[in-house]
């Protein structure tokens, strides 16, 4: 059982940075893959970035490539560093963790969620 907390999210212009924050409990947290993904108003829910194990394979989704980036610390924490924030990244911003996943950008393959955290980008 793994629980998932979100937080770095806020009210920003566009241009500007944000670094969100997934906190997990549970002492094999990195026995899971973590991948965060976004919702907006009316939209489904969508893959942003997801990273292995280890920390060594990272996924993005094309529209955040070498903006985002993922990465992950020894002490149960996942970040996700968004760059040059545009207003079609506001969303909600989820954080999941599974155990076994055979394509980590695929929701479906996620068993614990994180209860999110608003991104807005003003223009």
């Known amino acids: 059982q793994v629980q998932l907390v979100e937080s770095g999210g806020g009210l920003v212009q566009a241009g500007d940075s944000l670094r969100l924050s997934c906190q997990a409990s549970?002492?094999?947290?990195?026995?899971?893959?973590i991948g965060w993904f976004r919702q907006a108003p009316g939209r489904e829910r969508e893959f942003v970035a997801a990273?292995?194990?280890?920390?060594?394979?990272l996924f993005y989704t094309d529209s955040v490539k070498g903006r985002f980036t993922i990465s992950r610390d020894n002490a149960n924490t996942v970040y996700l560093q968004m760059n040059s924030l545009k207003p079609d990244d506001t969303a909600v911003y989820y954080c999941?963790?599974?155990?076994?996943?055979?394509?980590?950008?695929?929701?479906?393959?996620?068993?614990?969620w994180g209860q999110g955290t608003q991104v807005t980008v003003s223009s």
């Open positions: 999941a963790a599974t155990a076994q996943v055979l394509n980590p950008r695929v929701l479906s393959g996620y068993d614990y």
């Open positions: 549970g002492r094999t947290f990195s026995t899971y893959v």
């Open positions: 990273i292995s194990r280890s920390g060594v394979r």
